[in-house]
């Protein structure tokens, strides 16, 4: 009964704490440990002690695993180098950079056991560094890269970290365990276990590739998604592989092909619920590193060690992971990598965004719990649990809270909302383009003027997307006013449906499903304008949204005239939504989404094939002729 009343207390106080730190725009991981410290001294409140199966097996699995699927693999493999730099390299320099200092700092440890302890601190976490990142709006090539490397570094970590455990049983029990450990041994152990755990992935995906494609009920395949990480992750251990490599593997490539072997439920469903499940667990984990804060102080005063040097040692190796990681972007960055052009400035990435990737390595619980993994009996084991704590809390403090004011100092720019806006109308045009061209190619029979009522609502879905890229602010438009007008009815039909539930005339299970079908479309409207009011805020400088074609060469951006209007619409007494205007000769029009579309009627009339938004604080085109926008 205890335990359970912990749990749900601990729970509630999670999501209160979260829903807080919302409110006041602080990042949740800083409220949560910081609570758990407080809540650890606090009576009544038991003893907390994290074991190291519990977060490696029970938490580190699902957690990676809500991660890679969400990872788009394209984005991955287009920053394959830098990921594995940071992921394997700068994991091992840490780890031997962190061994220099704590060897030097604590009188008589031995070298592997302070390689240990490097191992330990040297992956920063899967989950706060991209949680802090996407708060504040770094660059997506930065997040990506940030996840890349949080995905796979605590492979390598792990692998060190039972190389340097079992020399350190051979040291002390050479009869039992026989032999050395040597450097080819360690990057045997490291290509085996990488290697396996890519296998394993592999396999994983394979086996529930095929099961995908025999099941079409969304709640089995969601069941059979939550047992992925645990079974890949436990296969993968049992054959002495990596199950992080495993996870990641299987997690990247289900999530990538998840449009071709999933149903469209099955995906929403899956999507909703490891949102949900990632969500709560990268909450609690936070929680839990600060509940361990008491029980480690405590322990940490029966040290031999002096309190002078255990501080030492501490803020040194907090210096220490710091230090080497800034130091290793730059070297990596500028003599590696050697990164090219980006493709939406077309200049290569300023020293800001390496500095930032340097100061985004904020540790997590998989440092703490890999803390565990080093035997009690260790000389100092005390002190290196200290060590390890200092290391995520102060990380997470001093880069967590200082890394919004940083990116701002540095003016390194967050993704423009307005870009987003473009992109996403440009590639439903280009979908719709191929979806009616496969309506015209279909040989069925249509009677009653379907075709005509699918390109009807193809167009008013396009419509939309464009208009979100602004408008007249002071003036609604049809997608607003359809989503407004709808949202009101569904309401009425709402009230209508409960008035019929209460009365018990229809059988509940009919009730329910049409309660579902106004949730979904009522969701739907709900996404389609949820960023409307921020776009409208947004003036946009350049964007460019993928590859474009000559006649947009021939064509750029020019300053439009000045209090634009639409003389097609005036003449005919109508109001328009947005104006585009003609770069072949100048004249200006409304945009589709207005009633007479008289921008695309001029296109077809003079064969003119691109305009530009005309609209204030908009530079973008479109062709006509290709379907592409710059």
Not at 67 to 79: K, M, R
Not at 435 to 453: I, N, Q, Y
Not at 513 to 526: P, Q, Y
Request: charged share 20%.
């Amino acid at each position: 009964m205890e335990i359970a009343l912990f749990l749900v207390a601990l729970s509630v106080a999670v999501l209160t704490i979260t829903a807080l730190a919302e409110r006041i725009d602080v990042p949740a991981p800083l409220l949560l440990i910081l609570g758990g410290v407080i809540a650890s001294y606090l009576p009544g409140v038991p003893v907390v002690h994290l074991e190291a199966d519990v977060v490696l097996i029970g938490l580190l699995p699902p957690l990676l695993y809500a991660t890679a699927i969400q990872t788009s693999l394209v984005d991955f493999n287009a920053n394959r180098r830098s990921i594995l730099l940071l992921s394997v390299g700068l994991v091992v320099f840490t780890a031997a950079g962190v061994a220099v200092v704590v060897h030097a700092l604590i009188p008589g440890i031995d070298w592997w056991v302070a390689v240990a302890i490097g191992a330990v601190v040297a992956p920063p976490d899967a989950v706060a560094a991209t949680a802090i990142a996407r708060r504040i709006g770094l660059p997506r090539r930065i997040v990506t890269i940030l996840e890349g490397e949080s995905l796979l570094n605590d492979a390598t970590a792990l692998v060190t970290l039972r190389t340097a455990v079992a020399a350190i049983g051979t040291a002390g029990a050479a009869a039992t365990h026989g032999g050395e450990v040597t450097m080819g041994g360690v990057g045997l152990d490291f290509l085996i276990a990488a290697g396996g755990g890519v296998a394993v992935g592999v396999l994983a995906f394979v086996i529930v590739a095929w099961l995908r494609k025999k099941i079409t009920d969304p709640i089995l395949d969601t069941a059979i998604s939550f047992v992925i990480p645990f079974a890949t992750y436990l296969l993968a251990e049992e054959i002495h592989a990596s199950g992080v490599v495993a996870v990641v593997v299987a997690g990247l490539l289900l999530g990538h092909k998840a449009p071709i072997l999933q149903t469209a439920q099955s995906r929403i469903s899956e999507r909703m619920n490891w949102r949900t499940i990632a969500y709560v667990l990268e909450n609690t984990v936070f929680a839990l590193i600060g509940l361990q804060a008491r029980w480690i102080i405590e322990d940490v005063g029966a040290s031999e060690l002096s309190l002078g040097r255990i501080i030492a040692v501490c803020a040194a190796t907090l210096l220490a992971v710091v230090v080497l990681r800034i130091g290793w972007v730059f070297v990596a960055r500028y003599l590696l990598v050697r990164p090219g052009p980006d493709p939406a400035t077309g200049h290569a990435p300023p020293w800001q965004f390496t500095f930032i990737l340097g100061w985004a390595g904020m540790r997590g619980v998989v440092t703490l719990a890999a803390a565990f993994v080093i035997p009690e009996d260790t000389p100092h084991s005390e002190v290196l649990l200290l060590i390890a704590f200092t290391v995520v809390a102060g990380t997470l403090f001093i880069q967590g809270l200082s890394l919004p004011w940083l990116a701002r100092a540095l003016k390194v720019p967050s993704p423009d909302p307005m870009d987003d806006a473009l992109a996403r109308a440009t590639v439903l045009q280009q979908a719709s383009k191929s979806g009616l061209k496969e309506l015209k190619a279909l040989e069925v029979e249509d009677d009653h003027g379907v075709f005509e009522l699918i390109r009807q609502r193809i167009d008013q879905r396009n419509f939309a997307a464009w208009e979100r890229l602004g408008t007249v602010s002071e003036r609604e438009t049809p997608s607003e006013l359809y989503a407004r007008v709808r949202s009101a009815m569904i309401d009425a039909e709402r009230k209508r449906v409960l008035e019929i539930r209460s009365a018990g005339t229809v059988d509940s299970s009919v009730v329910s499903e049409v309660l579902s079908m106004l949730d979904v479309e009522e969701s739907m409207l709900d996404v389609a304008t949820q960023n409307r009011e921020e776009l409208k805020t947004i003036t946009a400088s350049r964007r460019r949204t993928g590859d474009v074609c000559d006649e947009l060469l021939a064509f750029p951006a020019i300053e439009t005239m000045e209090d634009p209007v639409c003389a097609r619409c005036l003449a005919e007494g109508l109001k328009w939504v947005a104006l585009r205007q003609c770069l072949a000769c100048g004249n200006v029009a409304c945009c589709d989404s207005s009633p007479q579309q008289h921008a695309t009627a001029h296109f077809r009339e003079t064969t003119h094939p691109v305009m530009q938004s005309a609209e204030p604080g908009e530079d973008w085109r479109w062709c006509y002729l290709h379907h592409l926008t710059a």
